[in-house]
């Protein structure tokens, strides 16, 4: 991919940009180099306030030549953006033989988002790097991006080799992608999410839950502003500080109930059995205990020989929030049934206590857990913002400058970011409204007020553009007070940034701001390009009328320049004439062309016998006459006179110019018509030879062409001519007949 191409000291240089870890390569086109230099420094970087450090570690990988990390990381907007990179330099290339040497690469600036900056590793050098002394080196990128985006950092650097001296330092520009992302800071755990939670006061932090669906939550944000919705609205943090966000989320309003232990005091239902002894043994009580639905959940074991009150200790069995039945029974057998002696129930969500009827007596321990929340805290950090800058301008050394300290400063020019002016102080070149942000390591930024700078430069020129005739004075939104000149001369009523020009000449503005600095352009020639030279001529001359609008000229006949430096040209020749006429400024003016005519050309006529031509007609067109008529058809340069009278001809040149022949008579016709008709060539056209017919011998002949040049003479052999020698064209031959000049035209091919 071609990025630049430009001519360098008689040398055309094409960088070239190479994909891989990312290369440039210089080709020396005019000294037959195929691919020569390769330019690393992709190295693009930064500069937080330390100095990088150097990974001697890295090495590329069948290159010499390359960048680690070979990637920029993502930053994030307002965060702190720290990361050294570090690059390994190339010490030669060969091609075709030749191996030219880098002597140094130079980074001379970087483009960067607002609110960062960069620092190279020595830039107590300039930033200037000898691959001979050590091929490594690092640029460190930081700051705190303001805004985020995508941005393309530009880099400017400039490679110097050993040919150096013969074609020039070479200057490269390219460009890396670098992407910032828009500050969402968050924080998620089992319990909520927080986004925003992190900034400058005020700050509004959204809160999500991540459990829904629970009984009951509790939200103390820390704010002094609690909720008991699932999910709460934003919340606003005013003052700098951490803050600590208690939630708590319940699975259930109600306490969990467990049955610990039943005692059965008395069961009026036992009366004993024969398994009993009638009353005089003991029973053998148990319990059995059901929910609801009649399920039985607990059957206790069995006591011998136990009299009431009997109790037992339960492991802790759930319960729901119920109903629930203790059955008491006497076991007996093998012989007879398990008596039944009576139940008692109970609520399952109730505390230890005693249930009676029906002459039962049962006593109920249960344990009573609260509902047990899921608890989680966070915290939520709101910093403050960095004192106002106060900014000074020093007029002596044109420089405005804060004594302020923050962790990072971004200058601004009517509200608008200055490309690479991060320091604590700057030097502005033009008047007008400067202010700084100070930056402090959290990202918060506090802007100074207004300084009025006025400065008036004396090096910058207003920049004009010329379209058509419509001057456009380009950089006029700074500018509000115009006034136009021509020829350094005041234009009245010219005082807008344009003007349409109506006549050649040097034009300029000068533009005044409202600090009262005034700024004159450079003067712009405008040609007026309607303007042409006026034109008079007579019958051999042409001249400028106008002549003293213009000081040179160049006089032009049928488009050719005829060198010729006058306002009056004398000429002979016919043709079309024209002028270009130059004034003062150098501009350039076109007349519209004049026919002038040769007035001492006069054509003339030649013949022999009956066959008449004019000399000198190339490139005329011709028109016959006879007695003054016209005669129809008769355009060549020849002419077979057939008739007694005066013949002339008419000629017209290219140019329309028209010239008359000499007259020439003709007395009487000659020849014998049937000597004519009975008399033939052939063939005819022929490429070699002619045959005469009805000739009684051989005849004297005479052959011309149609110059009248007599070309051949003779006596005929065998009644034939050889024409072979001769060039394509046509011929009159001329033949001597029993006292009677006979004339036939000849076509040779």
């Not at 998620?188 to 986004?195: D, I, L, R, T």
């Not at 003991?282 to 319990?287: G, V």
């Not at 030097?427 to 409204?433: A, E, F, H, K, R």
Request: aromatic share 14%.
């Amino acid at each position: 991919m071609v990025l630049t191409n430009q001519t360098i000291t008689g040398t055309n240089f094409v960088i070239l940009k190479k994909y891989h870890k990312i290369a440039y390569i210089l080709i020396f086109t005019n000294l037959n180099f195929k691919g020569l230099l390769f330019l690393v420094l992709s190295f693009v970087a930064f500069s937080s306030f330390s100095q990088c450090s150097i990974d001697y570690n890295y090495s590329p990988s069948g290159y010499n030549y390359g960048l680690s990390p070979d990637t920029l990381p993502i930053g994030v907007q307002g965060q702190v953006y720290n990361e050294d990179l570090t690059f390994f330099l190339p010490l030669d290339t060969t091609d075709s033989g030749l191996t030219v040497t880098f002597t140094d690469f130079h980074i001379t600036s970087i483009n960067l988002p607002i609110g960062m900056t960069w620092e190279c590793s020595n830039s107590f050098n300039g930033c200037h790097y000898d691959p001979s002394i050590d091929q490594y080196g690092c640029v460190n990128l930081g700051g705190v991006p303001l805004q985020s985006g995508i941005y393309s950092v530009d880099v400017e650097l400039v490679a110097t080799h050993n040919l150096s001296a013969l074609a020039g330092t070479v200057p490269i520009s390219f460009s890396l992608p670098l992407e910032i992302l828009p500050d969402t800071s968050s924080s998620s755990n089992s319990g909520f999410a927080m986004v925003g939670n992190t900034g400058c006061s005020p700050i509004q932090v959204s809160f999500t839950n991540n459990n829904p669906g629970m009984a009951a939550y509790m939200w103390d944000f820390g704010n002094g502003n609690i909720s008991m919705l699932e999910n709460p609205g934003p919340q606003i943090y005013n003052s700098p500080g951490t803050y600590i966000v208690n939630y708590e989320a319940y699975s259930s309003t109600s306490s969990s109930y467990f049955l610990t232990n039943v005692e059965v005091v008395d069961a009026d239902g036992w009366d004993g059995d024969a398994e009993d002894g009638f009353g005089l043994l003991s029973p053998d009580p148990f319990i059995i205990i059901k929910d609801q639905s009649g399920n039985t959940i607990y059957t206790s074991s069995i006591y011998v020989d136990q009299n009431f009150p009997v109790s037992w200790s339960i492991n802790n069995i759930p319960l729901q929030n119920q109903t629930y039945t203790i059955e008491v029974w006497d076991q007996d057998g093998p012989f007879t049934a398990d008596d039944f002696c009576g139940s008692l129930t109970f609520s399952g969500f109730s505390n230890s206590g005693t249930i009676m009827g029906g002459g039962e007596i049962i006593n109920y321990s249960t344990l009573e857990i609260p509902p047990t929340p899921i608890t989680i805290t966070d915290t939520v950090n709101v910093f403050s913002y960095p004192s106002v800058p106060n900014i000074m301008y020093d007029t002596l050394s044109n420089l405005i400058y804060t004594d302020s300290s923050y962790f990072a400063m971004q200058w601004y020019y009517y509200n608008s970011p200055i490309p690479n002016a991060t320091d604590s102080s700057f030097n502005p070149s033009s008047s007008g409204l400067y202010s700084i942000l100070g930056i402090n390591e959290y990202g918060c930024v506090t802007s100074s007020n207004d300084l009025l700078v006025i400065i008036c430069d004396s090096i910058y020129q207003p920049s004009l553009q010329l379209n058509g005739s419509n001057f456009v004075m380009l950089d006029s939104a700074l500018y509000p007070i115009y006034q136009w000149y021509h020829n350094n001369i005041t234009i009245p009523n010219a005082t807008n940034p344009y003007f349409n020009a109506n006549s050649s000449g040097m034009y300029s503005i000068h533009a005044s701001d409202t600090f009262g600095c005034t700024y004159v352009s450079n003067q712009v020639l405008y040609c007026d390009g309607s303007q042409q030279p006026t034109l008079d001529n007579n019958l051999s001359n042409v001249w400028i009328s106008d002549s003293l609008n213009y000081i040179s000229y160049d006089w032009l006949l049928n488009g050719v320049n005829l060198n010729i430096n006058n306002s009056i040209l004398s000429t002979g020749n016919s043709g079309m004439y024209s002028v270009v006429a130059e004034d003062v400024y150098g501009c350039q003016y076109f007349s519209p062309e004049v026919l002038l005519c040769d007035q001492n050309f006069t054509p003339l006529i030649n013949s022999i016998g009956s066959v008449a031509w004019v000399s000198d007609s190339a490139g005329y067109s011709i028109q016959w006459y006879l007695d003054g008529n016209i005669l129809i058809n008769e355009t060549n340069s020849t002419i077979f006179m057939s008739s007694t009278g005066n013949y002339s001809a008419l000629l017209i040149d290219p140019f329309g110019c028209d010239y008359w022949t000499n007259s020439i008579s003709n007395i009487s016709s000659n020849y014998n018509n049937l000597e004519l008709k009975e008399i033939s060539i052939f063939p005819n056209p022929s490429k070699d030879l002619i045959f005469i017919t009805n000739l009684d011998n051989d005849k004297k002949y005479s052959l011309v062409d149609l110059k009248g040049d007599l070309i051949l003479s003779g006596i005929t052999k065998n009644h034939s001519i050889n024409i072979s020698s001769f060039d394509s064209g046509i011929y009159f031959l001329s033949l001597e007949v029993n006292g009677v000049m006979i004339i036939k035209k000849i076509i040779k091919f």
